[in-house]
């Protein structure tokens, strides 16, 4: 069974920088991406960022593109997005998701109806 723990999250100050991270167990192959949503109250989930497993391509939403970082470990079981230079409208819950159309899902900007699999979800608070 696929399976996603999220972990980090948190409050920080304008500025100030988190380090999210996805762990995945339960994978068959590596042709997957994960990606990081959020979803601000009253808004509607949207990506973030996604990375594809097997070839490592990535997609950053473009408020996020100069200061967000996707990656992966060497066993390629963990994804991590460091986010620096936050800002309050970064603040929502954040979700890491898995989807088994890799290569439409980096290349579409990471649409959420592509995902097969949901975390949990953490919050993230980013204070003026």
């Known amino acids: 069974e696929e399976q996603l723990a999220e972990s980090g999250g948190g409050l920080v100050q304008t500025g100030g920088s988190l380090r999210l991270a996805c762990a995945a167990s339960?994978?068959?192959?590596?042709?997957?991406?994960i990606g990081w949503f959020r979803q601000a109250p009253g808004k509607e989930r949207e990506g973030v960022s996604c990375?594809?497993?097997?070839?490592?391509?990535?997609f950053y939403q473009y408020a996020v593109a100069d200061r967000f970082s996707i990656s992966s470990d060497n066993a390629k079981d963990t994804v991590a997005l460091q986010m620096r230079s936050l800002k309050p409208e970064d603040t929502a819950v954040y979700y890491c998701?898995?989807?088994?159309?890799?290569?439409?899902?980096?290349?579409?900007?990471?649409?959420?109806?592509?995902?097969?699999?949901w975390g949990q979800g953490t919050q993230v608070t980013v204070s003026s």
């Open positions: 998701a898995v989807s088994h159309d890799a290569k439409q899902t980096v290349s579409a900007g990471c649409p959420a109806r592509l995902v097969n699999t």
């Open positions: 990375l594809s497993i097997k070839d490592e391509s990535t």
């Open positions: 339960g994978f068959t192959s590596d042709d997957y991406a």
